[in-house]
């Protein structure tokens, strides 16, 4: 994030991969670098959140994605010693399953892809509480309640239940 | 809106009054000032989406609102002569009943505050839509969706359903 002045608008899109697994990326800026993450980034003024999740997943993780479903929304709000920043951001989920990206592939700002079941990937816990919206990982809540405790981080979730079609 | 070149964030409560009415302010500012609209206004930096919608409840409309359950997202993107803007915007949708605003209140920004049936108040499509999907208005679909193209509005709605407590 360039900015901790002002809300930052974000999508992220989760997608599925062959058997059973997630789709990650191992992020190289904003306010979890370094953590394996969802693909997603911040939405450009005119850009529609559909369009990001769509586009960040090509860009970072170099999957094509088909009919995406809003999972949730996601107020994050933080008190860090470097900053504060507050975060809006919409989670999709793709229908079907994705194929990995090619040998060679490099994502936009991204240190890696890889596609693997959630409970063998050390995700953040706002990843974690997304992840279980979505309908794709069952982390406990309890844990993920005390992982965002200690990051020190405010986390509201709207989820959507079943997904909401865009119309 | 203070500005046309980045993402808008807010929030709005829809407040139901005494005998199916719900409660509407009319806006002096924003893009859509001059008509009957809800309650609402932009999100403050730190501010949670929810404290914005009870904030504005309270002083656009004089209510008092409890519990508030979100009821919808919505992203909307138009292109006017006068600027473009892109503005995304959470409704929730208030618990019981609001008593109307005593005598002599004047809300911040309005230049009005009505309690009143919504089938007999000429609001904005946006609001149309979103009262629709609060649950305490049926404008039919196909007059709503004529009228936004009218206005030249892109509004992508993400409708919760019954409504996603904040947790």
Same mark, same amino acid.
């Given at each position: ?9 974000? /999508? ?25 993450l ?13 369009e990001? !999740?769509? $586009?960040?997943? !090509? ?14 929304a996601?107020? @994050?709000r933080? #008190?860090?010693?470097?900053?504060d920043?507050?975060?809006l @951001?919409? !989670? ?5 399953? /994705? /194929? ?10 991204v240190?890696?892809? $890889? ?7 050390? #995700?953040?816990?706002?990843?974690m ?5 979505a ?10 309640? !005390?992982?965002l405790?200690?990051?020190?981080? #405010? ?11 865009? $119309?």
């Amino acid at each position: 994030l360039s900015s901790f002045d002002r809300i930052t608008v974000g /999508a992220l899109a989760v997608v599925p991969g062959p058997g059973q697994t997630v789709t990650f990326v191992r992020q190289e800026r904003g306010p979890y670098a370094g953590w394996w993450l969802l693909p997603g980034g911040k939405t450009d003024f005119g850009e529609s959140l559909e369009e990001t !999740a769509r $586009r960040e997943a !090509a860009e970072e993780a170099g999957c094509r994605v088909g009919p995406l479903r809003l999972t949730g929304a996601y107020e @994050m709000r933080v #008190t860090w010693a470097r900053g504060d920043y507050h975060l809006l @951001m919409f !989670a999709f989920r793709a229908e079907g399953v /994705a /194929a990995a990206p090619p040998d060679g592939f490099y994502g936009h700002h991204v240190a890696g892809v $890889r596609q693997d079941r959630p409970s063998r990937v050390r #995700t953040h816990p706002t990843v974690m509480r997304i992840l279980r919206d979505a309908g794709v990982a069952d982390h406990p809540q309890a844990e993920i309640d !005390a992982a965002l405790a200690r990051e020190g981080i #405010t986390m509201t979730s709207y989820p959507v239940g079943a997904g909401t079609l865009v $119309r």
